[in-house]
């Protein structure tokens, strides 16, 4: 991570305006992403993009606006590549990039927003195939993709495994489906929405705990307090009001994360955690329209 940041500092130093001023300057905040991350950032069937990560951006847009006291638009930049986005944001080159996964490694580097949600590294396999445990990935063919979360915690967990380097989500999905290995290690959400995009069935994933946890929110450029705390208001208002069942934000995350959306997880699981968040910070009252 170091050595892909080298040369930045003087980016850095030379860099004097900020997020909000050049919101307020240009009008712009420049969201980047990927358009195959579901479901964070991704084409649907009609071109346009959508996902839990635009969506919150889309509250941050409106936040700024609020605070600006004139209008700000998100524009989006595609970056198909996670180390050359995470350059840009450090660099300040993008503002945004909303769907990024917690390391203290990367926070040396970015600043992070409060998490909107949580995941994990877990193994995509056949149905009844292996339990997923570190002890049962001994000797079995695992696709990872090189410089992830998935291929460190295989690699630190069971040196035994036998790592097959794929490019992307889609490839280490079809490789399982094809035979070609054993599991698929990686983000749990990140895989459990590439089965549902790609319809695959009888996959499962494994272990029901997931071999490594981290939180998941938006990566910003460093030293831009004002446009980190505006961020976290507009996450923080989305979660309060789902906690409480604010018709809106219960809609936007069950969108992607509950019933009838991508993940369909549990209400109670998501405002479980939800609210552990919040716990770190002050309660925001958000009105009810019923």
Partial sequence: MAALLMGTSGAQAARAETV?????????????????????????????????????????????????????????????????????VSRGEIALSCGAQFTWEREMFVDFSIPFSLSGIRILTRANGFSGTPDSLAGKRIAVVPGSLGEKAVRDLRPQ??????????EGVASLTAGRVDGFAGDSILLAGAVAAAASPGLALVP???????????????????????????????????????????????????????????????KAYFQTVLLNHEQINVPTTR
């Fill in 208 to 270: 029901e705990d997931p071999l490594v946890r981290y939180a998941v929110g938006c990566m910003m450029p460093e030293n831009n307090s004002t446009f980190r705390n505006l961020v976290n208001l507009a996450i923080a208002q989305m979660i309060q009001g789902y906690v409480i069942d604010e018709p809106a934000a219960t809609a936007t995350v069950n969108r992607w994360l509950g019933p009838g959306g991508v993940l369909e997880l549990p209400p109670e699981l998501i």
């Fill in 161 to 170: 495994a036998i790592r097959v380097a794929v490019p992307g989500l889609k």
């Fill in 20 to 88: 909000v001023e050049r919101a307020a300057r240009t009008g712009v905040i420049t969201l980047g992403g990927r358009t195959d991350l579901v479901p964070y950032s991704f084409l649907n069937d009609q071109g346009e993009l959508v996902g839990y990560g635009v969506d919150v951006a889309r509250r941050i847009e409106a936040e700024v606006s609020r605070y600006l006291g004139k209008p700000v638009r998100v524009e989006f930049e595609a970056v198909s590549d996670p180390d050359t986005l995470f350059k840009q």
